[in-house]
Each structure stands twice: as structure tokens, then as C-alpha cells.
């Protein structure tokens, strides 16, 4: 099982100490030297435990209204949101790099308290979808299914009086955002609110409309990050009063990451998603190993402005740390990663 690959290699880390032995053996008696099998390329391909393959990238992207629009992102330095006839270039280019797929993020028109752009069947993302699904159709599209690209306010979900967001009252408009996205031919729809029932609620109203077949992508263990920094620029989804901490998990916790996704698989999740990735490895390897279900992690946008601003100023190689970063990610224990550097990784893989 693909989940104890770490557990497989501490017992092989013990099996390597027993042979070592213990006695103080001076060097020209060490028989196990591990610098062996690292003296070469070709060995050190040979013996590599963990590949990336561009299949299992997820390449996030933002759209608009309009035409010709590439409008960049300044904290996310090639990184644009985009109207659907630019966006069907990206297209092509997930296409022509081979990757897993697209996440699609929608910018509206206009904003209301319940967030009512969100399941307009000529919202972008649902124009993105039909037009994505007719050119390319063989390009998995994920949409991404939650309210704060589309409140006014900016919060995950409708408000009580009090301000607070209203779990149950938002599953209902969860759930016909995630019915237009299907309708619109998404592959797989994908819910990153974090309100307790959603997964459950949006299966049901999945089913019942005849999309039986439709996954749900569950971003199960969504932490209160500061990392998401430049992606709120990138979706203007700053929330203009509080913060997220009320329905996202606190930082601090790592068994409750472990309760949130055993809720989600026993929902109907087809796929878990744990985010951020790069400072939550720990988590990654801990739900692959309880779940054994297939699991994405996030690589967020302060993840990657990190990596290309520190790049930009001549700190650190970019395209290593880069493929760094996302071999951890892998290595923890996702499947699929869901990056803004998918297109970038996929052509430094193949340029290998
Ligand atoms: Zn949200």
C-alpha cells in the first residue's frame, strides 16, 4: 500500500543498522557504505524512491468575463486571471504538457450577500467549463466550489445576523453552485469551504440530479493559513470583516485532521485534499496512512511567491527548490498536487 511506503523505509533503515553492527569498525572495514549507490546520475536514478510524474499535477486557474483579458497577478509572478478565450490557450498548454488537470476559480461580474453569481449558468466558471469541455475535451476540468469569490463580504458562506457564517444555510447554496459546475460538464467538483456536512449534502444533491459519476474532491483538512496571502489578490476573495478561523482548522492540529477526513470518506468523498502542503507534510503522510484513499495536497500561492520571489532575487536555484518542494509533497504522500508551478515542473521534467 502506497501509504506505508515511509513505514517501509524506517524498516529498512533498521535492517541497514543491524548489518552496520556496532562495533567501532575502523573504515577500510565498513561493508555498508551508502554513498554507493549515490556516486552517479544514472545510480541515483536508479535507487530514486519518489518520481513526479506531470499526471498528477493540478494547475489552478483564475477566470473573468470579457475577452482578451490577461490581467497578472503582482504577488503571483505568472500567475493571471483570465477571460474564457485566453483561458482556452492555458488550456492548451495543460493539454500539450500532459497534465493531470485544471481547478477552475471564478471572478464575477457582481457580488451579493449569498453569493448568488456563484451557480449563474453564464458565470465563468461555468462558461469555462463548457468551453474547456468542447475544445479539450480529454483536459479533466476540477471546479472549485465554495462562496467567498462570490459574497460580498467575502466569507465562505451566508452570515447569520450576528455575523457569524451560517453552516447549514450555506450547504443549500453549496449545493447549487456544485450542480451548475456539473451541469457545465466539470469532471470532478471540488469544495473547499469547510462547513461540517458539506461533502454528505452536495453528494446527495449530486445523485439526485443524475450525476452519480460526478467526484468530489474534498479539501478535508483546509487549514487558517497565512500562505494563502497572494491568492486572495488572485480571487479577490478577501474576506472585508474577520477572518476564516471559525470554519478552517487551526494550525496547531494534527489529530483533527485525522477526524475531518474520516468524516469526509464516510460522506462520500472520492478524493481527500489536505491544504497548505509544503508546511503541513506531516499531515499529508498522517491521512495517506489512516485513509489509504487517494489524496491531493495544495501547494498555495504563498507557497509559490515564496519560491519565485526568493528565486527572483538570486537566493535560491527556482527551478530546484521548485521541483524540491513538489518531490516532498509527493514523498509525504499525496498523489496529485495541486500547483501553480504545474506547467513550469512539467516542462523541467521533461527537459531531464
Ligand atoms: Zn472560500
Same mark, same amino acid.
Given at each position: ?162 455575523? !457569524? ?16 459546475? &456539473?451541469? *457545465? #460538464? /466539470? @469532471? ?123 528565486? !527572483? ?16 509533497? &509527493?514523498? *509525504? #504522500? /499525496? @498523489? ?17
Amino acid at each position: 500500500m502506497e501509504g506505508s511506503t515511509f513505514l517501509r523505509g524506517i524498516a529498512a533503515a533498521d535492517s541497514a543498522r543491524v548489518e552496520a553492527g556496532d562495533s567501532g569498525a575502523s573504515a577500510s572495514a565498513l561493508r555498508v557504505r551508502m554513498r554507493r549507490l549515490r556516486r552517479t546520475d544514472a545510480l541515483r536514478r536508479m535507487v530514486r524512491e519518489t518520481r513526479l510524474d506531470p499526471a498528477q499535477f493540478i494547475w489552478p486557474l483564475f477566470v473573468r468575463h470579457g475577452s482578451g483579458v490577461r490581467a497578472p497577478i503582482g504577488s503571483m509572478p505568472g500567475v493571471f486571471q483570465t477571460s474564457v478565450d485566453e483561458l482556452l490557450r492555458d488550456a492548451q498548454r495543460a493539454v500539450e504538457a500532459r497534465i493531470g488537470g485544471v481547478l477552475l476559480f471564478g471572478i464575477p461580474e457582481h457580488k451579493d450577500a449569498s453569493g448568488s453569481s456563484a451557480w449563474d449558468t453564464r458565470g465563468p466558471v461555468q462558461e469555462a467549463t463548457r468551453a474547456i469541455k468542447r475544445e479539450f475535451p480529454e483536459l479533466l476540468v476540477v471546479t472549485d466550489v465554495c462562496m467567498c469569490e462570490y459574497t460580498d463580504h467575502g466569507h465562505c458562506g451566508l452570515l447569520t445576523p450576528e455575523g !457569524d457564517v451560517d453552516n447549514d444555510a450555506t450547504l443549500e447554496l453549496l449545493a447549487r453552485e456544485a450542480l451548475s459546475h &456539473a451541469e *457545465a #460538464g /466539470a @469532471d470532478i467538483v471540488a469544495p473547499s469551504d469547510m462547513m461540517d456536512g458539506r461533502v454528505g449534502h452536495l453528494r446527495g444533491a449530486l445523485d439526485a440530479a443524475g450525476y452519480t459519476d460526478t467526484p468530489i474532491m474534498s479539501y478535508a483538512a483546509k487549514y487558517a493559513s497565512a500562505f494563502y496571502g497572494p491568492f486572495r489578490e488572485a480571487a479577490e476573495s478577501t474576506p472585508t470583516f474577520g477572518d476564516r478561523r471559525s470554519y478552517q482548522m487551526d494550525p496547531s492540529n494534527g489529530r483533527e485532521a485525522l477526524r475531518e477526513t474520516r468524516l469526509d470518506v464516510a460522506e462520500g468523498a472520492d478524493i481527500l485534499m489536505v491544504k497548505p502542503a509544503g508546511a503541513y507534510l506531516d499531515i499529508i503522510a498522517a491521512v495517506k496512512r489512516d485513509s489509504g484513499m487517494p489524496l491531493a495536497a495544495y501547494q498555495v500561492s504563498g507557497e509559490y511567491s515564496m519560491i519565485k520571489a526568493a528565486a !527572483d532575487r538570486g537566493w535560491i536555484d527556482g527551478e530546484r527548490a521548485m521541483l524540491e518542494s513538489l518531490t516532498a509533497i &509527493a514523498r *509525504a #504522500g /499525496a @498523489d496529485i498536487i495541486i500547483t501553480y508551478f504545474a506547467i513550469e515542473a512539467a516542462a523541467a521534467l521533461r527537459a531531464r
